[in-house]
């Protein structure tokens, strides 16, 4: 009876491993015009597994190891956040549906003086470290950045400013987070709509066009950058890491390791670590 039971509880423990070992699929939609939703960030809470939908609003998130009563937490720029069991989720394809959000924005009157200033990180000479990505799915809905100070006075957003190590693709999209700093760490976003770019150059200070956005921010906040996607790997670009005997694709980042504030999470809902003396290669052109 005993040798029964001890077989039995081994199988309970069986099934409910391999209930919660899947691969999840799913699709996002918009909750009114019924529309998918291209890169949405889902992530089990306070760990690194996550993903973010394809170009069709699709997914596939696997929840190995997971326990049923883990929360994946669905956020997208615009959209109210989301919040489901992986219990909920354990069936052969999930619609989720989120509902956008409608921000009313209080009119804010601000006379620019025209006077251009560079805010963040704009040191990266050949000695300087590096930091970035390495694969083609590794970097998905992982962030990096670094905190900015951009003073009392509101300024708005010209430009960023991106000083590019190597990069192992023809293309790589990246989504760019602004949030509010408590505590020492990012919290709230502040950007009201997602705000894609591209790099195609593999080497050099990139600049992305942001006044067109009329961003208007002050203080101190945490700007990153989201991997989103990759495209066509360059062969004879690819790197070996960390002491790897094979080469892989790579993004690449120059860093400086003497001063400023590192901002990094390894998935959507992953914690945020925080390393001091040390950022990447940022900066933003702002009009006070």
Request: net charge positive; glycine share 8%.
């Amino acid at each position: 009876m005993k040798k029964r039971s001890v077989i039995l509880l081994t199988l309970l423990l069986l099934i409910t491993a391999y209930s919660y070992s899947q691969c999840v699929k799913g699709k996002v939609i918009d909750s009114e015009s019924k529309e998918s939703l291209s890169f949405v960030n889902m992530g089990i809470v306070n760990t690194s597994i996550g993903t973010i939908t394809d170009a069709k609003g699709e997914f596939e998130l696997y929840v190995s190891q997971v326990p049923a009563d883990a929360e994946l937490k669905i956020t997208m720029i615009g959209y109210e956040s989301k919040t489901i069991s992986i219990s909920e989720l354990a069936s052969d394809f999930c619609l989720i549906e989120l509902k956008k959000t409608f921000v009313e924005l209080k009119e804010i009157k601000v006379g620019f003086n025209g006077r251009i200033k560079n805010v963040g990180n704009i040191r990266a000479n050949n000695s300087a470290g590096v930091c970035g990505w390495g694969g083609t799915k590794f970097g998905k809905g992982h962030e990096l950045g670094l905190e900015l100070d951009l003073g009392d006075n509101l300024v708005r957003l010209e430009e960023l400013n991106l000083k590019m190590h190597k990069q192992s693709f023809d293309t790589c999209v990246f989504r760019l987070h602004i949030r509010e700093i408590e505590n020492g760490l990012p919290v709230t976003e502040l950007l009201h709509e997602n705000i894609y770019f591209e790099l195609t150059s593999s080497k050099g200070w990139q600049n992305i066009e942001l006044s067109d956005y009329n961003i208007v921010a002050n203080g101190k906040v945490a700007l990153t950058i989201e991997w989103i996607k990759v495209s066509n790997i360059i062969e004879d670009k690819l790197v070996k890491m960390n002491g790897s005997k094979k080469a892989r694709p790579v993004v690449l980042f120059k860093s400086c390791n003497k001063d400023g504030r590192f901002f990094i999470r390894k998935g959507s809902e992953a914690p945020w670590k925080c390393q001091e003396n040390s950022s990447p290669s940022f900066y933003i052109s702002v009009r006070e």
